[in-house]
């Protein structure tokens, strides 16, 4: 087994998995699976739907594997854009909503845990060096709709800022981070 997730080769394993090799997904829940469990609790903020996130997103990623190519992306990206995409799908379910209450709310607003995700990105991560190059406000706004799942509207009363702007911040930020890691 490698050393560390970055010399896992990804791709590799998206194909063993579109070769239906149960031993490739489960490698992926293992080197992999405690880091999308938390992403899935960050957006969804409950760990019962967190945890439901992550099965779902291991069946998709079973079921479509033979839908990654590797020209468009790492395979890394991919498993976690799956995972994003079910949270997100998650969070607009109505059914699933859950009242947050207001130490929670505020909690969340200050910011304490936008830096301890930022944190949380290594020292010698690629997307930590360029996403250490955009603005303050950009980058703010690209972990908030990323991390968290917040739509433009949410992140621009928490940033007391114009709806038209925080859109902006947000699809600036990425078309700077796509060059930047490019």
Not at 4 to 11: K, M, Y
Not at 80 to 95: I, P
Not at 142 to 157: D, K, N, P, R
Request: charged share 30%; with cysteine.
């Amino acid at each position: 087994m490698p050393e560390s997730v970055s010399e896992v080769d990804h791709a590799a394993l998206l194909a063993a998995c579109a070769r239906k090799d149960r031993q490739a997904l489960r490698q992926i829940l293992e080197l992999e699976g405690p880091k999308m469990l938390g992403i899935a609790k960050r957006m969804l903020r409950r760990q019962d739907l967190a945890e439901d996130a992550l099965q779902d997103a291991l069946v998709l990623i079973w079921r479509k594997a033979s839908q990654f190519d590797p020209a468009k992306g790492s395979g890394r990206a991919w498993i976690f854009a799956v995972l994003r995409n079910r949270t997100l799908n998650m969070l607009r379910d109505g059914a699933r909503e859950a009242a947050t209450d207001d130490d929670k709310l505020e909690r969340q607003i200050d910011g304490s845990e936008l830096n301890e995700a930022w944190e949380m990105l290594g020292h010698d991560s690629e997307l930590r060096r360029c996403l250490g190059r955009l603005e303050t406000e950009k980058r703010s706004a690209v972990l908030m709709s990323y991390i968290w799942g917040y739509t433009h509207g949410e992140i621009a009363g928490r940033l007391s800022a114009p709806l038209g702007t925080v859109k902006a911040w947000v699809r600036r930020g990425l078309t700077s981070l796509r060059e930047c890691m490019s």
